[in-house]
């Protein structure tokens, strides 16, 4: 039941209402609480018409509330879908740029691809065009041919109509008249039958021929038949020989080139060219237009059947080359395959584009060889003037056969390329070789006037050490004591070397002057080249001495100090010039006297005047010729006293080395036979004493010997071990003194480091060293530069080579061998003499730089490397006068084929000497060396 509002609740009791389930379950399920407060219409009790207010209010807060909630809803797929069409939007204005952009791009390509594709286009139409006019053109001609037979066979067809009526009317006026006509009426008869004919004629459009014509016709017929067919046997001849590339291709070099130089082939060749119109007219067979032009044209056989005997390079000359010999080839085959005459102008043409070429690759190839073969023709005369004065007149015999032989091969082969101008060339390379390579003869005469007697040469002890001592006494004036070398006494040290008191020092031994002959017999003592230190310390040292003398002797009149030893000085080297028994000797000894010039001295009455003029009157009595302009200098100075005497121990130095030389010269033919085995007696006197071992040379030539078994262990590998395949103890050495002058090793030989047997040989190995560092280097740079250039390799270039040795010698004195100096000097060669692209100068100067940072690791330098010690170890190895001919003649082509033409003179030197060195040694110490191998 309802509560009456206006009903008072008591205290005791409390009236609440609770709605039926459905009404609960309905209120809760759609209606929302109302948020609890004081003033919430809950609080107060519920009568009936507060229920209605209340349940309408709730209604009214919950429809508002929904319809809120259906707005914001609304609202927010309202704002989901204006977010999702700008996006859309946004897409799709992406996608009509990437449309655009696309299209923009296909347009690109296709307009890159049109642009790229117009040449081609013109030159189909071009060739298109150029085939439907050669078609026209070959039509037509077809066209007028066959009007042109046609227009003879009619003209034959009335000759031959012509001829019989010419018979018929002759048997026509044979017939005997019966009429008795008159002549008149014949004449007209025969006019008639004339007119008759003429009118024939003029409606026919045809003229009768003659007998005479008709003959004329018939013998050039026959004529035509009969050039066809010789013209048909000169093609089936050329056919006979079967010519083809693949022939060719199948056939060997060899077999090939000797059949090309068949007499029969050379004529069938040289008809066949004249027939087609490719040789002059005025050549007959056998001259030397037509065999050089049956060469030129076989050729092209050879170069497409074995191009790498013919062509030994790969350049864009040699490609060209190869194509036009093809287009040749291409075209006489079309030619042979149906022969007409003449043939078509496209024969001649490539005719001449191939004759052109390949005179021009040949002049090229030609000039190359020319350049090889007059370098071993120089080469031989430099090895003939080095035995020519051998002592054993049988290896100068044997040289001077083998020299001759070779040289009359390669006069004949220079000669058929070069021509005229083979003298002049040959001149001139010997010329440059002798000035270049011998040993510089000094100019005038070296002999002195006043000479020792004969009798003091003719011992090798006597001679050698007179030498010896002359060319060993220093400049220094102070006393003759001083000048003698005293030898350090050897000490108890195993590992002193004997050698070492002379091996650094400025004089020589005995021992190194004849072991000097013994490898050149034309040596000479000469001033030794001291270093820039030694020269400052040696000049220092002379100056502050005349300096002390002159201060003493012309301002503190200190004479006796110091003029007599000078005097003494001067007498004993005079004296060292001539023989004791002559008069000169006697007349020195006897005019300088040290005692009176002291006294004198002491006295005040020394007149140094006199003494130099004596000395002066004396020396041009006892100097050679080509002092003379040295004494008469000496004569002509006008300094004083101490100035003059300087120059003059100047003078007398020179006249001593003279001297000494003269006795080398003298007593050289007695010395060099017993070289061997006096040097042999010393070197084991030196191993009995201690003061030397063969430590270093027993390891040295037992890892020769291992290398070289190692190598024919490898070689055998079957496991023979047949006794000729192992190495004997010559070839051992050689393989050993090869890895020691091979080398690019920059470090130095020392008496520390080298073998004992070659003490006396540092310097010369220490050479050979840098010379073949310098070859192998140069060359390197050399043909890297070439084949940047586009340059055959086999071709010299003489200008470059000088440029890039003198470049490593500045830079090997300086010692860096930076490459960006050298790199510069080249690039600056290259731009000063051709044009060369500024991308090709740096390709160079990194090249360059490259070879020298990385020295032997750089591929081809070790290339280089590896041919040219091939080529030394071939030269070193040779055994006999002929063999070593032989190699010094085949020297300048082997190394132009390796591509080093330019260092032709550097290569061929570097192995001779070697070898003339090893043998040397290796005869002197033979027993010790098969002593060390045979252990």
Not at 245 to 274: C, H, M, P, W
Not at 667 to 686: G, K, M, N, T, W
Not at 767 to 773: K, N, S, T
């Amino acid at each position: 039941m309802l509560h009456n509002p206006d009903d008072t609740p008591t205290p005791t009791t409390t009236t609440t209402w609770n709605p039926p389930p459905h009404l609960a379950a309905r209120f809760s399920r759609k209606r929302r609480r109302p948020t609890t407060g004081t003033h919430s219409p809950c609080s107060a009790p519920l009568t009936a018409s507060s229920l209605a207010t209340t349940r309408r209010q709730l209604l009214l807060d919950s429809r508002k509330s929904l319809l809120r909630q259906r707005a914001q809803h609304v609202e927010k797929v309202r704002r989901a879908r204006a977010n999702s069409h700008e996006a859309v939007g946004a897409r799709l204005l992406a996608l009509q740029q990437a449309l655009s952009q696309a299209q923009e791009s296909r347009n690109a390509i296709l307009a890159k691809i049109a642009g790229s594709c117009a040449s081609e286009v013109a030159k189909a139409k071009r060739l298109a065009g150029e085939t439907r006019e050669r078609r026209e053109r070959e039509a037509r001609a077809l066209r007028c041919g066959v009007e042109e037979r046609m227009l003879e066979a009619e003209r034959r067809r009335m000759e031959v109509l012509r001829e019989r009526r010419g018979r018929r009317r002759t048997g026509g006026g044979g017939v005997v008249r019966v009429d008795g006509g008159s002549d008149v009426e014949v004449e007209e008869e025969e006019g008639a039958a004339t007119a008759a004919a003429m009118q024939r004629v003029k409606l026919g459009g045809l003229r009768v021929k003659s007998g005479e014509e008709v003959r004329g016709e018939a013998a050039r017929c026959i004529q035509r038949v009969w050039r066809g067919h010789v013209r048909g046997e000169v093609v089936k001849r050329f056919l006979g020989l079967g010519l083809t590339i693949e022939s060719v291709r199948d056939t060997s070099f060899e077999d090939i080139s000797n059949k090309f130089r068949e007499e029969g082939v050379q004529k069938a060749t040289a008809r066949l060219l004249k027939l087609c119109g490719l040789l002059g007219s005025s050549a007959a067979e056998g001259e030397v237009d037509v065999e050089v032009a049956c060469r030129t044209f076989l050729s092209a056989y050879l170069i497409l059947g074995h191009p790498a005997e013919v062509l030994s390079n790969d350049g864009e000359n040699e490609k060209a080359l190869i194509t036009k010999s093809k287009d040749l080839l291409i075209a006489f085959e079309s030619f042979l395959s149906a022969p007409t005459f003449p043939p078509a102008k496209h024969l001649a043409e490539t005719w001449e584009s191939f004759s052109t070429a390949f005179t021009s690759w040949k002049a090229r190839d030609s000039e190359i060889l020319i350049n090889t073969m007059v370098a071993q023709y120089a080469e031989l005369d430099l090895i003939w003037q080095k035995v020519k004065d051998d002592t054993e007149q049988h290896v100068a015999a044997d040289f001077k056969g083998g020299i001759r032989e070779n040289q009359l091969i390669l006069l004949v082969r220079i000669r058929r390329l070069a021509g005229e101008k083979t003298r002049g060339l040959i001149r001139q390379a010997v010329k440059e070789a002798r000035r270049t390579r011998l040993p510089k003869k000094e100019k005038g005469d070296t002999r002195p006037r006043e000479t020792p007697s004969s009798s003091e040469g003719n011992t090798v002890s006597t001679a050698v050490t007179a030498a010896s001592r002359v060319a060993n006494t220093p400049a220094s004036p102070i006393t003759d004591q001083a000048s003698v070398p005293i030898a350090a006494p050897p000490t108890a040290d195993p590992t002193h070397d004997a050698f070492s008191q002379f091996s650094n020092s400025g004089t020589l031994s005995n021992r190194q002057i004849v072991h000097e002959l013994a490898l050149n017999r034309d040596f000479k003592l000469t001033q030794r080249q001291k270093p820039p230190l030694e020269q400052l310390v040696e000049r220092e040292a002379k100056r502050a001495f005349w300096d002390l003398m002159r201060d003493d002797v012309l301002h503190n009149r200190n004479l006796t100090k110091w003029l007599p030893p000078m005097a003494h000085s001067v007498k004993t080297k005079l004296l060292h010039l001539l023989d004791p028994a002559g008069s000169l000797h006697r007349t020195i000894t006897d005019a300088i006297d040290t005692d009176l010039i002291a006294q004198q001295c002491q006295h005040g009455t020394y007149d140094h005047e006199r003494f130099f003029a004596f000395v002066l009157d004396l020396l041009p009595r006892i100097c050679s010729p080509a002092r003379d302009a040295d004494v008469q200098a000496l004569r002509n100075h006008t300094g004083d006293y101490i100035d003059r005497l300087q120059r003059l121990f100047d003078v007398l130095e020179l006249l001593q080395l003279d001297h000494a030389n003269f006795l080398l010269m003298m007593s050289a033919q007695y010395v060099i036979p017993e070289a061997a085995p006096y040097e042999r007696r010393l070197f084991a006197a030196d191993l009995a004493a201690g003061r030397t071992t063969l430590s270093r040379t027993t390891a040295w030539l037992q890892a020769a010997k291992e290398a070289k078994l190692a190598e024919a262990a490898a070689r055998d590998t079957e496991g023979v071990d047949h006794p000729k395949s192992r190495p004997t103890p010559v070839q051992i050495w050689n393989h050993a003194f090869l890895g020691l002058i091979t080398t690019l090793d920059t470090t130095l030989l020392t008496v520390d480091t080298v073998p004992e047997t070659l003490h006396l040989d540092i310097d010369r190995l220490n050479g050979f060293r840098a010379a073949f560092r310098a070859v192998v280097l140069g060359a390197a740079i050399t043909i890297t530069t070439k084949n940047l250039l586009r340059r055959d390799v086999r071709s010299g270039w003489k200008a470059l080579k000088e440029r890039v040795a003198a470049l490593l010698l500045s830079a090997e004195q300086r010692g860096e061998m930076g490459g960006k100096e050298v790199g510069e000097g080249i690039c600056a060669f290259l731009t000063g003499t051709v044009a060369t692209p500024r991308g090709v100068l740096g390709h160079v100067s990194g090249a360059v730089g490259r070879i020298l940072g990385r020295g032997g690791a750089d591929p081809v330098v070790r290339v280089v490397e590896g041919r040219v010690r091939g080529f030394v170890a071939a030269r070193l190895g040779a055994e006999g006068s002929r063999e070593r001919v032989r190699l010094a003649t085949g020297g300048g082509e082997t190394l132009s084929g390796f591509g080093v033409a330019e260092w032709i003179a550097e290569g061929g030197g570097g192995g001779g000497g070697g070898g003339g060195g090893g043998g040397v040694n290796r005869e002197v110490y033979r027993e010790w060396y098969d002593g060390v191998l045979v252990e």
